[in-house]
């Protein structure tokens, strides 16, 4: 049986020769992950560090079609019309793969997921603060204000 080394796992050997150096796990612990759980913990991974190193004046003029003023535009509402127009590209792309077109790119669906990952962080981090940020309205305290029973409250009528 031949053996497989390892750098990623870590501590001494078995023959404590190169620290660092040991066998990684059998076959069999590795098969105890069912695939479709190995793939979506890969799938996930990938996404994840493609939307952290994502590069807007990069990836965005190769995934759809959009000018140097648009790629340029980071206001709310720009990242909000670029995030509408990435969204449905993200469609087109999966209906094609359901639908096994031969025009389906997997690295061009991975690509649209991680753009449109980034660029929701990226408005998110704008809107957030004065969006969210808590208010005497948001509180229940101002007269007339929505309180945390989710109602409004009723309309004077004319008499």
């Known amino acids: 049986m031949r053996q497989r080394l390892s750098l990623k ?73 670029l995030i509408e127009r990435l969204a449905k590209a993200l469609r087109g792309e999966r209906a094609r793969g359901l639908a096994g077109h031969w025009t389906y790119s997997l690295n061009r669906h991975i690509g649209l997921v991680q753009a449109l990952a980034a660029e929701r962080t990226a408005l998110g981090k704008l809107v957030r603060p004065a969006r969210w940020a808590p208010s005497k309205a948001a509180a229940g305290t101002m007269p007339g204000a929505v309180g945390m029973t989710g109602r409004h409250p009723p309309t004077p009528t004319k008499v």
């Open 9 to 81: 796992w870590g501590g001494a050997g078995p023959s404590g020769q190169a620290p660092g150096l040991h066998q990684a796990p059998g076959r069999d612990a590795i098969c105890a992950v069912p695939l479709s759980v190995r793939v979506a913990a890969a799938m996930a991974t990938t996404i994840r560090t493609g939307a952290e190193t994502y590069a807007r004046d990069i990836m965005l003029p190769r995934l759809v079609p959009v000018g140097p003023t648009e790629i340029g535009d980071e206001t709310p509402a720009g990242r909000l019309a």
